[in-house]
């Protein structure tokens, strides 16, 4: 089955400053690659998401960049503000209407002001 | 989109007892998963609640200890049974949903926090 790994655990950063958490994924099937911020107390909530007929999508202040050749993806937030300070995971899935997510481990994000 | 309100938030619970955490969604969702998050780590799948018939689980989760029932497209209940400390998670409903003509995405309710003690 699928695995994903995702690095750092924790990342601390400066208000203002850019932050880029990575992960890689094990099954070249995989073709749906959605990132989710968890703050405390509630669940995860999307962010972004790409599909692997692209290579780097962009929302404001978040980005992010896929390579299928390496397997890798990573999530780009720049000028980060204490607010998004959370959990985010990164996710991989076959097809996102009908199979799975298989999550990261989590990356533990602190923006101090 | 959906809006997923799942019930309780958070509970206390002895050990050897069960406990039903339910997930209402405000639209009628083809797929509906349930996870567990234990303290400080990812998301793990335990089954896919399927309408009208018998839940689909992962390995590592059998259906005595986390029964699950899916009368109709918008409401689903996990069970946990015969609970011990280690089941002390959170347990998060998801759905999954159109958001335009050819998009799908999941969405998560906010999570039963269950502390067994």
């Known amino acids: 089955g699928e695995n994903v790994e995702q690095h750092p655990s924790t990342l601390s950063v400066q208000e203002g400053d850019s932050a880029v958490i990575k992960c890689t994924y094990s099954?070249?099937?995989?073709?749906?690659f959605p990132w989710y911020k968890q703050e405390l107390g509630k669940g995860p909530q999307l962010i972004i998401d790409?599909?692997?007929?692209?290579g780097e999508k962009k929302d404001q202040r978040i980005a992010v960049t896929l390579n299928k050749t390496a397997k890798h993806f990573s999530l780009h937030i720049t000028e980060t503000q204490p607010e998004d300070s959370a959990v985010y995971f990164c996710?991989?899935?076959?097809?996102?209407?009908?199979?799975?997510?298989?999550f990261g481990k989590g990356t533990m994000l602190l923006v101090s002001p | 989109s959906a809006v997923i309100s799942q019930k309780p938030s958070r509970d206390i619970c002895q050990r050897g007892t069960s406990l039903t955490i339910q997930c209402q969604v405000d639209?009628?969702?083809?797929?509906m998963f349930w996870y567990r998050q234990q303290p400080g780590q990812s998301l793990t799948l335990i089954a896919t609640?399927?309408?009208?018939?018998?839940?689909?689980?992962e390995s590592g989760f059998v259906i005595d200890k986390f029964p699950i029932s899916r009368p109709n497209l918008t409401f689903s209940t996990l069970t946990v049974s015969n609970m011990s400390p280690e089941d002390s998670s959170i347990y998060l409903c998801?759905?999954?949903?159109?958001?335009?003509?050819?998009?799908?995405?999941?969405?998560f309710g906010q999570g039963t926090r269950l502390t067994v003690v």
């Open positions: 996710a991989a899935s076959k097809n996102p209407g009908y199979s799975t997510l298989t």
């Open positions: 998801s759905v999954v949903a159109r958001t335009g003509v050819t998009n799908t995405e999941a969405f």
């Open positions: 790409i599909r692997s007929n692209v």
């Open positions: 099954d070249s099937a995989s073709n749906y």
């Open positions: 639209s009628q969702v083809t797929m």
């Open positions: 609640a399927n309408q009208g018939s018998e839940a689909t689980y």
